[in-house]
């Protein structure tokens, strides 16, 4: 039970339930970082690996849990980012634009990382500017040289091959600046009771109990630590349903 089916969220204002960042963390022109300003995982790699990283982050001293996801004029023009819609159909101000009650509390906006450090507590303006130096660097040459962001065909799923940059998951972070601020997540547990071959639950000596079955979220995960793609939980919650009724039948 020491784990969950991560995810890295956002908080709206006046919004009840967290949303999940599956895709904006994997588009180019972002980055993940610190509470001093450095970044520390791969955005693009699995959801559960992403907040598995924050709480890494945070056993190792520095307060990652919530971090921020910056980015630049480029991305906050192309993509979404939660409730924002791409700049060319939602600008930052005027009519149909971002409301402005989700301003410096949902997303920070600034025209220099120094001013933007400000406004989001980011002790260290030195790192904050350091990685995205590093991060532009990356998406002229397309190999993040830190953390490998595009550099598996899962990054790349939700990458953007069109912005004419090597790396479809890397793209420069120019001004003006803007941040959300991201906590850790989850979709549901990600432990339970040990199962047999049949899914027939087992005791602490490893014996099964008779008459006794476990399938999906409510057993130990048969992915261990790991996210193998879409459908982890659901496949083998099917697959191991249909062992234990053969079983339960006798067959």
Same mark, same amino acid.
């Given at each position: 039970m020491d784990d969950a089916w991560w995810g890295p969220t956002v908080v709206v204002p006046g919004e009840a339930q967290a949303r999940m960042m599956i895709v904006e963390k994997s588009l180019p022109g972002c980055a993940f970082v610190d509470m001093n300003g450095k970044r520390y995982t791969d955005e693009a790699a699995p959801y559960i690996t992403v907040v598995q990283d924050m709480y890494k982050r945070e056993r190792e001293g520095t307060q990652a849990v919530p971090s921020w996801m910056i980015f630049g004029k480029d991305y906050r023009e192309k993509y979404p980012c939660g409730p924002v819609f791409p700049g060319e159909m939602m600008k930052d101000t005027g009519f149909m634009g971002v409301?402005?009650?989700?301003?410096?509390?949902?997303?920070?906006?600034?025209?220099? %990382?120094?001013? +933007?450090? $400000?406004? /989001?507590?980011?002790? @260290? %303006?030195?790192? +904050?500017? $350091?990685? /995205?130096?590093?991060? @532009?660097?990356?998406?002229?040459?397309?190999?993040?040289?830190?953390?490998?962001?595009?550099?598996?065909?899962?990054?790349?799923?939700?990458?953007?091959?069109?912005t004419g940059f090597p790396?479809?998951?890397?793209?420069?972070?120019?001004?003006?600046?803007?941040?959300?601020k991201v906590h850790a997540g989850e979709l549901g547990t990600k432990g339970g009771l040990n199962a047999d071959e049949k899914a027939r639950v087992l005791d602490k000596e490893g014996k099964v109990i008779p008459g006794l079955y476990v399938i999906g979220n409510n057993s130990a995960a048969l992915m261990g630590p790991t996210y193998a793609g879409a459908g982890s939980t659901i496949g083998p919650a099917m697959t191991f349903g249909y062992i234990a009724a053969d079983d339960v039948m006798g067959k």
């Open positions: 409301p402005p009650e989700l301003w410096d509390s949902y997303i920070f906006k600034a025209e220099t %990382v120094e001013e +933007l450090a $400000q406004k /989001i507590g980011i002790s @260290n %303006v030195a790192n +904050l500017k $350091q990685t /995205i130096v590093n991060m @532009n660097e990356y998406a002229k040459t397309g190999k993040d040289l830190e953390y490998d962001k595009g550099g598996n065909e899962y990054d790349r799923f939700y990458g953007d091959d069109q790396n479809p998951c890397l793209m420069p972070i120019e001004a003006p600046y803007y941040a959300v």
